[in-house]
Each structure stands twice: as structure tokens, then as C-alpha cells.
T-cell receptor, first 112, second 111 residues
Framework: QQQVKQSPQSLIVQKGGISIINCAYENTAFDYFPWYQQFPGKGPALLIA?????SEKKEGRFTISFNKSAKQFSLHIMDSQPGDSATYFC???????????FGQGTTLQVKP | DAGVIQSPRHEVTEMGQEVTLRCKPISGHNSLFWYRQTMMRGLELLIYFNNNVPIDDSGMPEDRFSAKMPNASFSTLKIQPSEPRDSAVYFC?????????FGQGTRLTVV
């Protein structure tokens, strides 16, 4: 019940295209769903997050779509750029404690 | 704001030695987390503290691992004795509410 499943494992997108990464969770007690971006040799950096009372959140080129009934959420990166090439992690957890369970990660490569 | 500060950035040690990883959380944050990252297992939560008190250590792999948080600005993760399978990147993160902010990590290699 604590798992967060993320797909795909890797993704190649052309510059200007849309990158889509999907996650599914099991624990209905989770109330906080962030996405993190990690570059090699760096720690994960908080990118965008959503709570279950909304179905979509957009920040710049990054959008989270959230489907509470399906227990799924996804990250859309519009107009993908080579600088977006990184590993992306979804997570689910508690907004009170900050305790998070992470997905396995998606390695995104944006080709020029 | 300097962010979460971890030391050392890299540590190479021999099997059987004691290893201590250090973390300074973001000032004002009341939750602190230790994660381990490997290719095989991804990001695993080892332990987390709230207001300096350990709340959940169910992710600590075995008794060789211990963590302390003596005050709001400092935490340690100790491995004694270390084994080659402990080789990984260890991250400390802190949070006030919602998202956790990660340090740069300590890359541990046990030979």
C-alpha cells in the first residue's frame, strides 16, 4: 500500500515536444503529490506539487494532472528543451510531515 | 538561504569501518529525512524526525545503521560496521510542510 509506480523508465523527446510521465499510488491517505527533478551529481529538486482537491496545476511549462478516483497523476512538460534532460521522480505522501514515498524515476532525454 | 548542507560530499572507506554522515537542515524546518539512493532500489526513506524526535525508522536496513538529531540544526547518520552493499548516495532533506528540500548528498563507497 506504500508503493508509488512510475512509468516510463526512460523517455526520449524531440525539442519542442511534450514529455509525459505517469505515476500511480495505492494509499488513499496520501494528500501531497510532488514531482522532483534531479541532475547528475545533484540532489532532487522540488519542481511542482499538487494536493488532491484540485485536478490540475500549471507552473510555466510544467503541468500536473491529477485523477483522484484512479489514484493516478502525471507530469506534462510542454515545449521540452534540452536543458530539461534529467531524471524525474514522482512522490506521494503527507502534507503534514513531508514524509514521501518516491517512484522509481524516469530518465528524460530531450534531443536538439 | 544556504539550503540543506551535507558533509562530506564523498566518502571512501574500508569494510568494517565506522562512517558518519552529517546534515544541517534549513533553518526553521521541523522535519528531517534521511534517504538512500541506489540504481537498484531508487530513493528509499531510511528515517525521519519531527521536532528532533525520530518518528519512523522502519526504513533503516539493519542495526548497523543509526541516526540522531541532537538539536534542530544538526543530524547524523552512522553506519557501524560498514559493508560494501552500503555503497550509495545518502541524502538528507528537510521540510516545514509539504515538499521536502534535499541536500547535495554524500556519495559513500565502501571497499
Amino acid at each position: 500500500q506504500q508503493q508509488v509506480k512510475q512509468s516510463p523508465q526512460s523517455l526520449i523527446v524531440q525539442k519542442g515536444g511534450i514529455s509525459i510521465i505517469n505515476c500511480a499510488y495505492e494509499n488513499t491517505a496520501f494528500d501531497y503529490f510532488p514531482w522532483y527533478q534531479q541532475f547528475p551529481g545533484k540532489g532532487p529538486a522540488l519542481l511542482i506539487a499538487i494536493r488532491p482537491d484540485v485536478s490540475e496545476k500549471k507552473e510555466g511549462r510544467f503541468t500536473i494532472s491529477f485523477n483522484k478516483s484512479a489514484k493516478q497523476f502525471s507530469l506534462h512538460i510542454m515545449d521540452s528543451q534540452p536543458g530539461d534532460s534529467a531524471t524525474y521522480f514522482c512522490a506521494a505522501g503527507s502534507s503534514n510531515t513531508g514524509k514521501l514515498i518516491f517512484g522509481q524515476g524516469t530518465t528524460l532525454q530531450v534531443k536538439p | 538561504d544556504a539550503g540543506v548542507i551535507q558533509s562530506p560530499r564523498h566518502e571512501v572507506t574500508e569494510m568494517g569501518q565506522e562512517v558518519t554522515l552529517r546534515c544541517k537542515p534549513i533553518s526553521g524546518h521541523n522535519s528531517l529525512f534521511w534517504y538512500r539512493q541506489t540504481m537498484m532500489r531508487g530513493l528509499e526513506l531510511l528515517i525521519y524526525f519531527n521536532n528532533n524526535v525520530p518518528i519512523d525508522d522502519s526504513g533503516m536496513p539493519e542495526d548497523r545503521f543509526s541516526a540522531k538529531m541532537p538539536n534542530a540544526s544538526f543530524s547524523t547518520l552512522k553506519i557501524q560496521p560498514s559493508e560494501p552493499r552500503d555503497s550509495a548516495v545518502y541524502f538528507c532533506a528537510s521540510s516545514l510542510s509539504g515538499g521536502a528540500f534535499f541536500g547535495q548528498g554524500t556519495r559513500l563507497t565502501v571497499v
